[in-house]
T-cell receptor, first 113, second 114 residues
Framework: GEDVEQSLFLSVREGDSSVINCTYTDSSSTYLYWYKQEPGAGLQLLTYIFSNMDMKQDQRLTVLLNKKDKHLSLRIADTQTGDSAIYFCAEPPGSGNTGKLIFGQGTTLQVKP | DTAVSQTPKYLVTQMGNDKSIKCEQNLGHDTMYWYKQDSKKFLKIMFSYNNKELIINETVPNRFSPKSPDKAHLNLHINSLELGDSAVYFC?????????????FGPGTRLLVL
């Protein structure tokens, strides 16, 4: 079935690294995504990774993909208070042709000054 | 500004009423969506339209009826509102580039049913 799971809450100190984890079930997904939701706003695409990659780095963001374990992680280096938000991982079920995305429950990241 | 916009931003209404939420995107995208986000922040797709044609219809009560008058608009009408309909409803549109789908979300409509 289609299922994406995340831990619900993470608290870090400003300047530390944050690691948000996600597990998914559909191994045929071509892309996996991370979206960010700031308070009172809609979701914004943060980054994505193609399924034949193990790692993708984009400035302070590092995405790691372990296809064997169906595990995706998002690392935020030098976490800032502005990074406080809810982070959702998402995968398109099957071939991904419909545009449908299955979202995890979201991980609330709290950054303490 | 180019964006996905929704109206109203807040909607407070009584049980049993009928209400509509409007969504417009000026990004030129072919595909639009409605999502429901509950109080626990769980986000679930409700409907998707591609070029005014319904392509995704998840298990949603018949009281919810989407309408797409053109590919830039996707409205959501809800009949006989129930307490459990209270949630944030997000509209989104998407662009597919080389097999990768990027969804652009509106700011949300916060519906409270009393």
């Amino acid at each position: 079935g289609e299922d994406v799971e995340q831990s619900l809450f993470l608290s870090v100190r400003e300047g530390d690294s944050s690691v948000i984890n996600c597990t998914y079930t559909d191994s045929s997904s071509t892309y996996l995504y991370w979206y960010k939701q700031e308070p009172g706003a809609g979701l914004q695409l943060l980054t994505y990774i193609f399924s034949n990659m193990d790692m993708k780095q984009d400035q302070r963001l590092t995405v790691l993909l372990n296809k064997k374990d169906k595990h995706l992680s998002l690392r935020i280096a030098d976490t800032q208070t502005g990074d406080s938000a809810i982070y959702f991982c998402a995968e398109p079920p099957g071939s991904g042709n419909t545009g449908k995305l299955i979202f995890g429950q979201g991980t609330t990241l709290q950054v303490k000054p | 500004d180019t964006a996905v916009s929704q109206t109203p931003k807040y909607l407070v209404t009584q049980m049993g009423n009928d209400k509509s939420i409007k969504c417009e995107q000026n990004l030129g995208h072919d595909t639009m969506y409605w999502y429901k986000q509950d109080s626990k922040k769980f986000l679930k797709i409700m409907f998707s339209y591609n070029n005014k044609e319904l392509i995704i219809n998840e298990t949603v009560p018949n009281r919810f009826s989407p309408k797409s008058p053109d590919k830039a608009h996707l409205n959501l009408h809800i009949n006989s509102l129930e307490l459990g309909d209270s949630a944030v409803y997000f509209c989104a549109s998407s662009l597919r580039t080389g097999g990768r789908e990027t969804q652009y979300f509106g700011p949300g409509t916060r519906l409270l049913v009393l």
